[in-house]
């Protein structure tokens, strides 16, 4: 499966911003999908994730209550809708997904599949 994330952009704190992932290749609707986000100079991490189904959730705790993961697997498409922006989520973006148990869905290492990134700007 190829994705390609876009909607990244400049934006300042305290805004809101939606990042779309749209999947081709093959359907999405049997992978898990996750966001992860890497800063200058940091490793990438997790951001936030969703099962197959789109019935279970997960975010890190930095996001949890600002960020909502979504998906529309008809549309073979993920969403993340970033609200109350600071600073500090200033990163590359990166969509990505995978087979594997919903139990790793916070593991980078467990997405054999990624998006090539969009950069998101918060700035003070």
């Known amino acids: 499966v190829q994705l390609q994330a876009s909607g990244g952009g400049l934006v300042q704190a305290g805004d809101s911003l939606g990042l779309s992932c749209e999947a081709s290749?093959?359907?999405?609707?049997?992978?898990?999908m996750g966001w992860f986000r890497q800063a200058p100079g940091k490793e990438r991490e997790f951001v936030a994730a969703?099962?197959?189904?789109?019935?279970?959730?997960n975010y890190d705790s930095s996001v949890n209550g600002r960020f909502t993961i979504s998906r529309d697997n008809s549309k073979n498409m993920v969403y993340l809708q970033m609200n109350r922006l600071k600073p500090e989520d200033t990163a590359i973006y990166y969509c990505?997904?995978?087979?594997?148990?919903?139990?790793?869905?916070?593991?980078?290492?467990?997405?054999?599949?990624w998006g090539q990134g969009t950069q998101v700007t918060v700035s003070s």
């Open positions: 969703i099962r197959s189904s789109g019935d279970d959730t």
């Open positions: 290749g093959q359907t999405i609707r049997n992978y898990n």
């Open positions: 990505a997904a995978t087979f594997d148990l919903w139990s790793k869905a916070t593991m980078l290492r467990a997405y054999p599949y």
